[in-house]
């Protein structure tokens, strides 16, 4: 596993006609690399002009395979190509009450509130202050207006709108928090970078009457955990 090499913050240069372009080009390209199978994520990605969530001088390289830095300490939005490599074995869908951890841009939540439809609900929890109010304002300006957005340690999860039916946790921690398996309901799925023997393993849990059953999913790297359950 790499790190990762972020291009230099310029001027943004490139039209929304370019975007669109690119945006239907990288859907397809999530396709072929067979990250991207089901058609609702599928019309959620092409819905949600990445662009508009990233800070303006580091625009234009929104469809990059990189994480890009956000205000706030350590927070990045994530590769384009990590949003299906989530949502697809999490098996997102119509209708789902979905939590994030991690709220960064606000991309990832506004994704999933395309996937899950007005039928379903977004949480999304962000620790940092500045990064909260960076993901806050754009689903604002992008006219989310029903998503909840915490202010707070997500490792404690949000009791108030829980059982949820997925969970997506977007750090690295070293054992999933035991709020979150709590706020699963029975028959629920959650996703998270986990640290093991040194390397991050994209892991995803579903809850069953008699336990949790575990996949790892592949190889991953991810800002670290904050908070009571953290690494940091
Ligand atoms: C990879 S970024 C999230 C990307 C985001 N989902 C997006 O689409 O832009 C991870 C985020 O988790 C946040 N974070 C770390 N620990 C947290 C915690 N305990 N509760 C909530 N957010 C946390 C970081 O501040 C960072 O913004």
């Known amino acids: 596993m790499r790190g990762w090499i972020v291009p230099p913050p310029k001027e943004p240069t490139k039209s929304s006609e370019a975007f669109g372009k690119e945006r239907e080009e990288k859907v397809n390209w999530l396709i072929r690399q067979g990250y991207l199978r089901s058609d609702r994520i599928k019309e959620a990605l092409l819905r949600v002009p990445r662009e508009d969530l990233i800070p303006p ?13 956000l205000p706030g300490k350590e927070a990045t939005i994530s590769c384009p190509h990590s949003y299906p490599l989530f949502y697809e074995p999490l098996g997102l869908d119509r209708g789902h009450q979905f939590l994030e951890v991690g709220l960064g841009s606000g991309y990832g939540a506004a994704v999933a509130r395309e996937v899950v439809g007005p039928e379903g609900l977004v949480v999304s929890i962000e620790i940092d202050p500045l990064t909260f109010e960076f993901g806050r304002k754009n689903l604002k300006n992008r006219g989310y207006h029903d998503i909840i957005l915490v ?32 706020q699963l309901k029975i028959g629920g799925r959650l996703i998270s970078p986990v640290i093991e023997d040194g390397i991050q393993n994209l892991v995803l849990i ?7 059953r575990r996949k790892v999913i592949c190889e991953v790297l991810y800002v670290f955990l904050r908070g009571m359950y953290g690494v940091i």
């Open 57 to 69: 001088l580091y625009r234009d390289y929104a469809y990059l395979e990189v994480p890009i830095p």
């Open 206 to 212: 579903e809850k069953g009457e008699k336990g949790i």
């Open 151 to 182: 202010n707070g340690d997500g490792s404690l999860g949000y009791p108030a709108k829980s059982p949820y039916d997925r969970i997506s946790i977007t750090a690295a921690c070293i054992d999933v928090p035991p709020p979150l398996i709590e």
